[in-house]
């Protein structure tokens, strides 16, 4: 019998420890008598819409911060971060003549993965900064040890996170008239500008089009769906966050959409049970190390129905990997019929240092990555059905290349993620306009 804490008897990768467990069952208890930050209903409307992309009917488009952070819970990173998301979204729907599902990475992705458990400077080796929902980045023994108030903190910063999304796109922030919607602040000296221009023209010509023909006002073309996800890496968090909703089913309502990260997707594993019995649509990370025969038995496990919409393969294998194992894991899915959302994330098979020792992605190797894949699935009568980022609406330094040709020596320039290196505004304008041209 699954339960919410059956996870608690298997083993867990990236494991740490909570050192007070009188503590801890504070926190999760608390957790367990605050309302949950998502509705059922708005979930199950998200994975109606995923059942859309599967069938080919709209794209997903999911994206966001690597880590979000507690201090950067202000108004203008999470309006940019709205806002490019729905601009790319527009440029996406233009391009693919499809409605897209927009996904933020947003209001809970505070808990991070780590390859190394701890970290060393100079003589000092402490426990690895595993994200604001469990420990905190400063380097002494205080800040690094798993701290589970940092839940119920993160609870209320991803509640006014989302408070606030829900009020932008309630009162009209994605209104296409919006002059301010378009604002091309970043973008007026970029050589995208024109061509991003002319885009916007043409969407108002067949905006005004639809009004003069059909009468419909811009009101109504103004509200848009907006869905959150995160990676549900640590489970006592997610835990006292998931109710049993009126239909009989448990359903994770910290988010929407969580997915399991790559490095805690071992079958029999404690996130693998977990997510088996919550109702929500769902997405794993696969990478390059995920064996061809774990594929299908993964499947089975989180999506033993076959329903559409249930279940995203985010594949993210990297430019040296993507051609020879792509084609193995769509050909499983194919001969076993399984109903599975394809998604793409180019961006964590592709981070490198550079010699001065800064994470950093190549733009052409993310794109190429994305073409690639593309490719790749229509080859096979397969499609790939969305695409995931990491970015952000500032206009920061972090990836290389791209129209403005972004160099190694400008990285330190706006350098500001607390992990991996992200897409910035512009960046991620260019990207979707060359996605919608695949
Ligand atoms: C991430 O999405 O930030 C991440 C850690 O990804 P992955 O699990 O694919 O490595
Ligand atoms: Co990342």
């Not at 701890?118 to 420990?135: A, H, M, V």
């Not at 997610?238 to 959409?257: I, M, V």
Request: with cysteine; net charge neutral.
């Amino acid at each position: 019998m699954w339960d919410p804490t059956s996870w608690q008897n298997k083993p867990s990768a990236q494991n740490f420890e909570y050192p007070n467990p009188a503590k801890l069952q504070a926190s999760v208890n608390k957790l367990a008598q605050l309302p949950p930050l998502v509705t059922a209903m708005e979930v199950s409307r998200l994975k109606e819409q995923l059942a859309k992309v599967v069938r080919g009917e709209a794209f997903l488009l999911q994206g966001g911060d690597c880590a979000e952070s507690f201090a950067n819970c202000r108004t203008q990173p999470i309006t940019n971060k709205l806002k490019i998301l729905l601009q790319m979204s527009l440029i996406l729907i233009h391009g693919m003549r499809k409605p897209v599902v927009r996904v933020g990475r947003i209001a809970g992705q505070y808990a991070k993965p780590r390859s190394d458990a701890t970290e060393t400077q100079g003589k000092i080796t402490l426990p690895s900064y595993r994200g604001d929902l469990i420990n905190k980045p400063g380097f002494s023994q205080q800040d690094r040890e798993p701290n589970p108030e940092l839940m119920v903190q993160g609870y209320h910063y991803a509640a006014v996170t989302l408070n606030y999304i829900r009020a932008l796109v309630d009162g009209g922030f994605a209104d296409l008239q919006h002059p301010e919607y378009w604002n091309l602040d970043f973008v007026k000296h970029s050589p995208l500008a024109e061509q991003y221009q002319n885009l916007v023209h043409s969407i108002n010509d067949t905006l005004s089009f639809i009004k003069s023909i059909s009468g419909i006002q811009a009101s109504s073309l103004s509200r848009v769906d907006f869905y959150t996800s995160h990676e549900a890496l640590n489970l006592f968090y997610e835990q006292p966050l998931t109710r049993k909703a009126d239909d009989g089913h448990y359903y994770d309502l910290s988010t929407h959409f969580p997915w399991i990260g790559m490095r805690t997707a071992q079958l029999g594993g404690a996130h693998v049970d977990y997510f088996r019995g919550i109702a929500n649509p769902i997405a794993v990370k696969i990478g390059a190390e995920m064996p061809a025969e774990d594929l299908l038995e993964l499947i089975d496990i989180l999506n033993p129905t076959n329903e559409a919409g249930r279940l995203t393969l985010i594949v993210r294998l990297g430019v040296a990997n993507v051609a020879k194992q792509l084609p193995k894991l769509i050909e499983i899915v194919k001969t076993k019929k399984k109903q599975i959302l394809w998604s793409c994330d180019p961006m964590h098979g592709n981070t490198h240092k550079t010699e001065s020792g800064i994470k950093t992605r190549r733009f052409d190797d993310i794109l190429f990555e994305l073409t690639q894949s593309f490719h790749i699935h229509r080859e096979m009568q397969s499609h790939l059905g969305g695409v995931h980022f990491e970015l952000t609406g500032e206009n920061v330094t972090e990836c290389i290349g791209g129209a403005r040709g972004l160099s190694e020596s400008d990285l330190s320039t706006a350098y500001e993620t607390l992990l991996d290196p992200r897409l910035n505004y512009e960046q991620s304008l260019e990207m979707a306009m060359l996605i919608a041209q695949q």
